[in-house]
């Protein structure tokens, strides 16, 4: 039986709310409000993490973590983490040994650039907007293919789950690369 496919136009045609559909049809992004600020250099940078750390002002900043090994999340979280008003929320995996797995598992005391940081901060996750697909995914995905490939190179994750995958992987006679 042929499977039929829907054109990518009929899916995102159909996909939204009715009210998100109007305020993007009248050119209308939902980012786009007066207090919806955007920071370009590192100067205004570090100036917002400074006023936050040192206010009572309300915020939501939204930043992209990695693992939070790096980048702007690392000045966020070594301003903000020491103060139980705060709220950080992970959307998503944090691999083992980082940073953002260490808050993430609730550790009350962080290393953040060679000096101690308290959480006082709460610490939330929400999942579903991982873009890290689960073993039981990635097998259908690699023995669901038409064609199967002649090797699967396992690059990226724990020494443990890369492990197992590969087990899996060598039952359904795929050669598995380290």
Same mark, same amino acid.
């Given at each position: 039986?042929?499977?039929?496919?829907?054109?990518?136009?009929?899916?995102?045609?159909?996909?939204?709310?009715? =009210?998100?559909?109007?305020?993007?049809?009248?050119?209308?992004?939902?980012?786009?409000?007066?207090?919806?600020?955007?920071?370009?250099?590192?100067?205004?940078?570090?100036?917002?993490?400074?006023?936050?750390?040192?206010?009572?002002?309300?915020?939501?900043?939204?930043?992209?973590?990695?693992?939070?090994?790096?980048?702007?999340?690392?000045? &966020?979280?070594?301003?903000?983490?020491?103060?139980?008003?705060?709220?950080?929320?992970?959307?998503?995996?944090?691999?083992?040994?980082?940073?953002?797995?260490?808050?993430?598992?609730?550790?009350?005391?962080?290393?953040?650039?060679?000096?101690?940081? =308290?959480?006082?901060?709460?610490?939330?996750?929400?999942?579903? &907007?991982?873009?890290?697909?689960?073993?039981?995914?990635?097998?259908?995905?690699?023995?669901?293919?038409?064609?199967?490939?002649?090797?699967?190179?396992?690059?990226?994750?724990?020494?443990?789950?890369?492990?197992?995958?590969?087990?899996?992987? =060598?039952?359904?006679?795929?050669?598995?690369? &380290?």
């Amino acid at each position: 039986m042929q499977k039929k496919l829907l054109k990518p136009t009929a899916i995102s045609k159909n996909c939204g709310g009715k =009210e998100a559909k109007q305020k993007l049809n009248n050119h209308r992004h939902p980012l786009a409000f007066e207090q919806c600020i955007t920071v370009e250099s590192h100067r205004e940078h570090q100036a917002l993490v400074n006023r936050l750390a040192s206010t009572d002002e309300p915020a939501i900043v939204v930043a992209a973590s990695g693992m939070c090994e790096g980048g702007r999340i690392v000045n &966020y979280l070594k301003a903000l983490l020491p103060d139980e008003r705060n709220d950080v929320l992970f959307a998503g995996y944090q691999a083992q040994g980082t940073l953002g797995r260490a808050i993430q598992s609730g550790d009350a005391v962080v290393d953040i650039d060679n000096e101690q940081a =308290e959480v006082n901060a709460q610490i939330h996750t929400i999942s579903g &907007y991982s873009a890290h697909a689960d073993q039981n995914d990635l097998l259908k995905f690699v023995t669901g293919v038409t064609k199967q490939p002649k090797a699967v190179h396992l690059i990226h994750g724990e020494k443990e789950a890369k492990r197992e995958l590969g087990e899996k992987l =060598e039952a359904e006679g795929i050669e598995v690369v &380290y």
